[in-house]
């Protein structure tokens, strides 16, 4: 478990241990909100093991103000895509090796609302926190597109998903989205519901050679059009390593 909140992060740790019996819960420290938290969470886990069979990438912030990461991107870009974008490239030699092997990334119905803007990414020239969310889960769509691209015929498949409306703190930088959430307590789904797609993704037989596919409810889900646009997820790929000051082919 790789958690900004150690404390939080053991709390959860120790109810898994509990709940299951699986004492081999491990909770490692890893901001997306700073690329060197992120390239030491590489590294160590890469020394501590020898097998990455599954890597979810769930971290995520919604419209908060507008505020940067350590390196200077715009907090919701800057974790909820070049985070992950990060972290799953220091991880993928391990997890190619590890193949059969599975890539979720956690993106949202919200995707459907979301341009990529090339000409602010990081929302200096203007801020919208909600156009800034939309954008960030457009981006886990297209980079699942472009990375699936990628991995083809290396056994290592990668989807993303749409949880859900999930009762979490995700909502609290926004009164609007809590108020909501509320009201409409009866559409809003307990965390366990809300992971079921990502279980699903994760371990399904059948999806075992299913990959750049967006999901919901266990089941395959419809893409916007400017999700399934190759030619921006071609673009967004290479400004994120040139962001990153990463080379991936």
């Not at 900004?4 to 997306?32: F, P």
């Not at 990461?69 to 997890?95: A, K, P, R, W, Y």
């Not at 395959?220 to 190759?230: H, I, L, M, R, T």
């Amino acid at each position: 478990m790789a958690c900004r909140d150690l404390t939080k992060g053991e709390t959860a740790a120790q109810e898994i241990r509990e709940v299951t019996g699986n004492k081999h819960v491990i909770v490692r420290e890893l901001d997306l909100a700073n690329t060197k938290s992120i390239y030491q969470f590489a590294e160590n886990l890469t020394q501590e093991e020898k097998v990455i069979s599954i890597l979810i990438n769930n971290a995520g912030v919604m419209m908060c103000p507008f505020t940067k990461t350590s390196d200077g991107f715009e907090m919701q870009f800057g974790v909820n895509h070049l985070g992950h974008f990060l972290l799953t490239f220091l991880l993928i030699n391990l997890i190619k090796r590890s193949a059969p092997a599975r890539i979720v990334n956690i993106s949202s119905l919200a995707h459907n609302f979301g341009r990529i803007n090339f000409n602010d990414l990081q929302s200096e020239k203007s801020y919208d926190g909600s156009s800034a969310y939309c954008q960030s889960k457009l981006a886990n769509v297209l980079f699942t597109r472009e990375l699936a691209k990628r991995l083809k015929d290396t056994k290592v498949t990668v989807n993303s998903v749409h949880p859900g409306c999930v009762k979490s703190e995700l909502t609290r930088h926004s009164w609007v989205m809590a108020l909501a959430w509320k009201i409409l307590t009866f559409l809003i789904k307990t965390p366990k519901q809300g992971a079921q797609s990502s279980i699903y993704c994760a371990v399904a037989e059948e999806l075992e050679e299913v990959s750049g596919k967006h999901f919901s409810d266990c089941q395959p889900a419809f893409v916007a059009p400017q999700g399934k646009n190759d030619e921006t997820a071609k673009q967004l790929w290479d400004v994120s390593c040139k962001l990153l000051e990463i080379q991936w082919d």
